[in-house]
T-cell receptor, first 111, second 114 residues
Framework: GENVEQHPSTLSVQEGDSAVIKCTYS??????FPWYKQELGKRPQLIID???NVGEKKDQRIAVTLNKTAKHFSLHITETQPEDSAVYFC??????????WGAGTKLIIKP | KAGVTQTPRYLIKTRGQQVTLSCSPI?????VSWYQQTPGQGLQFLFE???????NKGNFPGRFSGRQFSNSRSEMNVSTLELGDSALYLC?????????????FGPGTRLTVT
């Protein structure tokens, strides 16, 4: 079946540095790719999403890139801050109208 | 707009019992998805309801079931509870479905099975 692989499972970066999380999907019909952030003890929230007709999307310090040929997409966070510490989930839509989730990446921002 | 609400927020049940969890979506949202979250296991998809019909189902045993009412409120039922069912159960509502639109998550119901 369809799956989404997310790497790394844990990422530790110095405050102010950049962080990159990568996801690979298997369904060539996938056309919607959201990223959710879940802070400790809180509910997941959408931080950015991209559709297959766009190669890159930016929102302040956050950007997502999509490579349809290679079937992978990445989340880029620049100038990381303590409040960026959280678990990040990627997901991809499937041909049967389901959202397939990655396993999550725990991002740790070191002061 | 009021956010997604879930009741109850906390629940303690005994192995073998059954439980019903409730989710009220954002007004106007027709899709409700349910997820199980355990430490280190990410978000495990249970099922999605759209306009009172189950549109998708994850890889969970038949003990897990759900339904959606005409007002889009949804319930999830787990029968014959097992210790491994202890988890945070999250529901998420979306305008037409999480595979196309943003999902808004509720605060979750923390289920403990003893």
């Amino acid at each position: 079946g369809e799956n989404v692989e997310q790497h790394p499972s844990t990422l530790s970066v110095q405050e102010g540095d950049s962080a990159v999380i990568k996801c690979t999907y298997s369904d060539s019909a996938s056309n919607y790719f959201p990223w959710y952030k879940q802070e400790l003890g809180k509910r997941p929230q959408l931080i950015i999403d991209i559709r297959s007709n766009v190669g890159e999307k930016k929102d302040q310090r956050i950007a997502v890139t999509l490579n349809k040929t290679a079937k992978h997409f990445s989340l880029h966070i620049t100038e990381t801050q303590p409040e960026d510490s959280a678990v990040y989930f990627c997901a991809a839509s499937s041909r049967d109208y389901q959202l397939i989730w990655g396993a999550g990446t725990k991002l740790i921002i070191k002061p | 707009k009021a956010g997604v609400t879930q009741t109850p927020r906390y629940l303690i049940k005994t192995r073998g019992q059954q439980v019903t969890l409730s989710c009220s979506p954002i007004s106007g949202h027709r899709s409700v998805s349910w997820y199980q979250q355990t430490p280190g296991q990410g978000l495990q998809f249970l099922f999605e309801y759209f306009s009172e019909t189950q549109r998708n189902k994850g890889n969970f045993p038949g003990r897990f079931s759900g339904r959606q009412f005409s007002n889009s409120r949804s319930e999830m039922n787990v029968s014959t509870l097992e210790l491994g069912d202890s988890a945070l159960y999250l529901c998420a509502s979306s305008l037409y479905g999480g595979a196309t639109y943003e999902q808004y998550f509720g605060p979750g119901t923390r289920l403990t099975v003893t």
